[in-house]
Nanobody
Framework: QVQLVESGGGLVQAGGSLRLSCAASGSTFSISAMGWYRQAPGKQRELVATITTSGTTNYVDAVKGRFAISRDNAKNTVYLQMNSLKPQDTAVYYC???????????????????WGQGTQVTVSS
């Protein structure tokens, strides 16, 4: 069983920075893709950034050039550095772990997915 614990959220003024952390328990972190999602009030949860096991990163257009996702496999932790924050970045941010799937004969079994409890980020104008 994997547990994800986020930290680092808070209240910041527009233009400021925050660094979110997500610590994972268990032994699957280093072989799993990681992601950060966010959900603003009244909106659906959206993907913000992902990082593969080899370190390849991807970002939603709204945060490109401002946010950076990274991982430290020795610490079982993924980070989201958020710079030049805007009021529209206000949301609850969630950490996601996607364990690898596997083939059994001709059938593919997707890996388990885990979520953290979320951390609030509020950006004031």
């Amino acid at each position: 069983q994997v547990q994800l614990v986020e930290s680092g959220g808070g209240l910041v003024q527009a233009g400021g920075s925050l660094r979110l952390s997500c610590a994972a328990s268990g032994s699957t972190f280093s072989i799993s893709a990681m992601g950060w999602y966010r959900q603003a009030p009244g909106k659906q949860r959206e993907l913000v950034a992902t990082i593969t096991t080899s370190g390849t990163t991807n970002y939603v257009d709204a945060v490109k050039g401002r946010f950076a996702i990274s991982r430290d496999n020795a610490k079982n932790t993924v980070y989201l550095q958020m710079n030049s924050l805007k009021p529209q970045d206000t949301a609850v941010y969630y950490c996601n772990l996607q364990a690898p799937g596997f083939w059994k004969g001709m059938r593919y079994f997707a890996g388990d997915e885990y979520w953290g409890q979320g951390t609030q980020v509020t950006v004031s104008s």
